[in-house]
């Protein structure tokens, strides 16, 4: 029998296992690519052409048929595989079926990738964050867990599709995430991973069962070692004290505080923090409203004004971490808050987002202002006219939280005040 198509995927890839376990399972013979290697083959026209997201896995039929996202491909297989009853004999049962591949999907390995991601550096390292991952992942496997204490299916008596994504998602977790003393608590995911990894048409699918002793963990690098100080010259013996209305004046005075270069500028006759009473207080816009105060106090001879864009916007994922990530921008800049107003937000979806936003600054130039934070060029900065109609409707809107920019509404955001 010819193959009912080809699957683009590769041995490290978690869920093209499940979806070759469907296959096995269902009967239907499918073919593997000849040569492929990613993060090259997938960036080529020829594959962009079939599959425009460049992702893998995906499906390339013998009839023509194209498909892409792990799931989809998934339930496809299934389906062509009628005999083995992968979705379920039921409508019921198929619903059910969708249930935990999507809890295993989205609670689980979503959060075995975020937490891998911290510890190595990917995402820049936050302990609540990990912490948040842990206990939301810990809490989706206690439900699973308490599903398949009492059977030795997910959904009915015989494997599902459900089985086959539980079973590969865990068996990804146990070997980064869910450690030896976290297994102890989930004995019935165990025996079911062992179970369906065991399967004789699947097992060389699936292969060994790699389980991690200690969770991944976040190491922080190494400091370089500080140059020893110089011994320190032996005191000379003190002079004798001379009494409190002979004491002199020391010798040297104090050093004085550095004196921060905007300190010099020329007065402004807008009043910064002014403004950040007036934009918290103020509807933004409208009479009377932040925008209509700032326009009339505006100095731009004092203060200029600049939009802020992410570099690196391919690298985000999560609209909830991109407005975390510029938290921590925000915290990192707090030598300058009183030089500076921010108002930069997310816009987008999870995994297609960007961040954007406006600084007011003070002088003619943001180096500066900005520099006090050590990831400030990660960022770029464009100086706004406020003549400009464009340029003026960039700024209101993001800083009335409207920003719209190539089809990207705003979806969450930050202010520095």
Same mark, same amino acid.
């Given at each position: 029998?010819?193959?009912?198509?080809?699957?683009?995927?590769? %041995?490290?890839?978690?869920?093209?296992?499940?979806?070759?376990?469907?296959?096995?399972?269902?009967?239907?013979?499918?073919?593997?690519?000849?040569? =492929?290697?990613?993060?090259?083959?997938?960036?080529?026209?020829?594959?962009?052409?079939?599959?425009?997201?460049?992702?893998?896995?995906?499906?390339?039929? &013998?009839?023509?048929?194209?498909?892409?996202?792990?799931?989809?491909?998934?339930? @496809?297989?299934?389906?062509?595989?009628?005999?083995?009853?992968?979705?379920?004999?039921?409508?019921?049962?198929?619903?059910?079926?969708?249930?935990?591949?999507?809890?295993?999907?989205?609670?689980?390995?979503?959060?075995?990738?975020?937490?891998?991601?911290?510890?190595?550096?990917?995402?820049?390292?936050?302990?609540?964050?990990?912490?948040?991952?842990?206990?939301?992942?810990?809490?989706?496997?206690?439900?699973?867990?308490?599903?398949?204490?009492?059977?030795?299916?997910?959904?009915?008596?015989?494997?599902?599709?459900?089985?086959?994504?539980?079973?590969?998602?865990?068996?990804?977790?146990?070997?980064?995430?869910?450690?030896?003393?976290?297994?102890?608590?989930?004995?019935?995911?165990?025996?079911?991973?062992?179970?369906?990894?065991?399967?004789?048409?699947?097992?060389?699918?699936?292969?060994?069962?790699?389980?991690?002793?200690?969770?991944?963990?976040?190491?922080?690098?190494?400091?370089?070692?500080?140059?020893?100080?110089?011994?320190?010259?032996?005191?000379?013996?003190?002079?004798?004290?001379?009494?409190?209305? %002979?004491?002199?004046?020391?010798?040297?005075?104090?050093?004085?505080? &550095?004196?921060?270069?905007?300190?010099?500028?020329? !007065?402004?006759?807008?009043?910064?923090?002014?403004?950040?009473?007036?934009?918290?207080?103020?509807?933004?816009?409208?009479?009377?409203?932040?925008?209509?105060?700032? =326009?009339?106090?505006?100095?731009?001879?004092?203060?200029?004004?600049?939009?802020?864009?992410?570099? @690196?916007?391919?690298?985000?994922?999560?609209?909830?971490?991109?407005?975390?990530?510029?938290?921590?921008?925000?915290?990192?800049?707090?030598?300058?808050?009183?030089?500076?107003?921010?108002?930069?937000?997310?816009?987008?979806?999870?995994?297609?987002?960007?961040?954007?936003?406006?600084?007011?600054?003070?002088?003619?130039? @943001?180096?500066?202002?900005?520099?006090?934070?050590?990831?400030?060029?990660? @960022?770029?900065?464009?100086?706004?006219?406020?003549?400009?109609?464009? %340029?003026?409707?960039?700024?209101?809107?993001?800083?009335?939280?409207?920003?719209?920019?190539?089809?990207?509404?705003?979806?969450?955001? !930050?202010?520095?005040?």
């Amino acid at each position: 029998m010819a193959p009912a198509g080809t699957l683009y995927t590769v %041995d490290a890839q978690w869920k093209g296992k499940a979806i070759r376990a469907a296959a096995a399972l269902g009967g239907v013979e499918i073919a593997l690519p000849e040569k =492929y290697e990613h993060y090259v083959d997938n960036k080529k026209s020829e594959f962009l052409a079939k599959f425009p997201h460049g992702k893998i896995p995906a499906w390339d039929g &013998a009839d023509g048929f194209k498909l892409y996202e792990s799931t989809a491909i998934a339930r @496809y297989i299934s389906r062509l595989g009628k005999n083995a009853n992968l979705l379920g004999t039921s409508p019921a049962d198929a619903a059910l079926v969708e249930q935990f591949v999507h809890l295993a999907e989205t609670e689980v390995d979503v959060y075995t990738d975020f937490t891998r991601g911290l510890c190595t550096g990917v995402i820049p390292y936050s302990k609540p964050a990990h912490n948040f991952f842990v206990e939301r992942q810990t809490r989706a496997l206690n439900t699973l867990e308490q599903h398949i204490s009492t059977r030795t299916f997910f959904v009915g008596e015989r494997i599902t599709l459900a089985d086959l994504w539980v079973a590969v998602i865990f068996q990804k977790a146990v070997g980064v995430t869910v450690d030896a003393a976290a297994r102890t608590k989930l004995p019935n995911l165990v025996r079911h991973l062992e179970t369906i990894a065991n399967q004789p048409l699947i097992k060389d699918l699936y292969g060994p069962i790699n389980y991690a002793e200690k969770a991944i963990q976040f190491t922080p690098p190494a400091k370089e070692p500080k140059a020893p100080k110089p011994a320190a010259a032996p005191k000379p013996k003190a002079a004798p004290k001379p009494a409190a209305d %002979d004491e002199e004046e020391p010798d040297v005075p104090a050093e004085p505080k &550095a004196k921060n270069p905007l300190d010099d500028l020329p !007065k402004s006759t807008l009043n910064l923090e002014d403004w950040k009473r007036a934009y918290s207080n103020k509807e933004t816009r409208g009479a009377g409203g932040a925008l209509e105060w700032f =326009y009339q106090n505006n100095d731009p001879a004092g203060y200029s004004i600049w939009r802020v864009d992410f570099k @690196y916007n391919e690298e985000l994922t999560q609209t909830f971490m991109s407005s975390n990530q510029i938290g921590g921008f925000f915290n990192r800049l707090e030598a300058s808050r009183k030089y500076i107003f921010g108002s930069v937000g997310v816009l987008g979806e999870s995994n297609n987002s960007i961040i954007t936003g406006v600084f007011i600054t003070r002088g003619p130039d @943001y180096e500066p202002v900005v520099n006090a934070a050590p990831d400030w060029e990660s @960022y770029s900065y464009t100086k706004l006219d406020l003549s400009n109609d464009a %340029d003026k409707a960039f700024f209101e809107g993001a800083l009335a939280w409207d920003l719209e920019v190539d089809g990207k509404k705003w979806v969450d955001g !930050k202010n520095l005040k």
